[in-house]
């Protein structure tokens, strides 16, 4: 992870192997737009295998899911037909701090332009705000204007951008 400018820096040092450009979006609490229309559900670890079935072998599955973030973070999930079809939690939460990084944002793909990753991440905020979390961050691949459009509808805002990826830095 690298700011832009210092990558920069160390332009002569890097080698690439893969990278992608992201914003970190910063909710602030008077930012927050409110819930969407609709019905999302809290998620438990009693809920680990229809988060499994969503994510499947999608290749824009969220990266750094693990179970164990059901046991301790909140998670927030849309079910239609018995079915769990967008799901919104936690990757680094303080509660000392007041401060939560939300991430494992998906939406089933033929589920996708009906609003309901904004109904998630929207119910998934709140929870956070009712709970006293006063800085909320996420980040996302600047590529991805559905999701970016999603999160500015519930109050997120760009706040720095950054190189994510894997690379090489040489000694000199």
């Known amino acids: 992870l690298l700011k832009c400018e210092h990558k920069d820096l160390l332009s002569s040092r890097l080698q690439v192997d893969?990278?992608?450009?992201?914003?970190?979006?910063?909710?602030h609490p008077e930012t927050f737009t409110g819930l969407p229309a609709g019905d999302a559900a809290a998620l438990t670890s009693a809920d680990q295998p229809a988060i499994e079935t969503l994510f499947a072998d999608?290749?824009?599955r969220p990266d750094a899911y693990h179970p164990r973030q059901?046991?301790?973070?909140?998670?927030?999930?849309?079910w239609e037909a018995g079915e769990l079809?967008?799901?919104a939690g936690i990757h680094i939460i303080s509660e000392w701090a007041g401060v939560a990084a939300v991430g494992n944002i998906f939406t089933r793909p033929?589920?996708?332009?009906r609003g309901l990753g904004t109904l998630a991440t929207g119910a998934l905020?709140?929870?956070l705000l009712d709970s006293g979390f006063?800085?909320?961050v996420l980040n996302v691949s600047i590529e991805n204007?559905?999701?970016?459009?999603?999160?500015?509808?519930i109050g997120f805002a760009p706040h720095c951008q950054y190189h994510e990826g894997i690379g090489t830095l040489s000694a000199s």
């Open 18 to 27: 893969y990278e992608e450009i992201m914003h970190r979006m910063v909710l």
């Open 58 to 60: 999608h290749p824009d």
């Open 70 to 78: 059901l046991h301790d973070r909140p998670f927030w999930g849309v």
């Open 85 to 87: 079809v967008s799901v």
């Open 110 to 113: 033929d589920q996708r332009g």
């Open 125 to 127: 905020v709140q929870d």
């Open 134 to 136: 006063e800085t909320i």
């Open 145 to 153: 204007q559905a999701a970016i459009r999603c999160y500015e509808k």
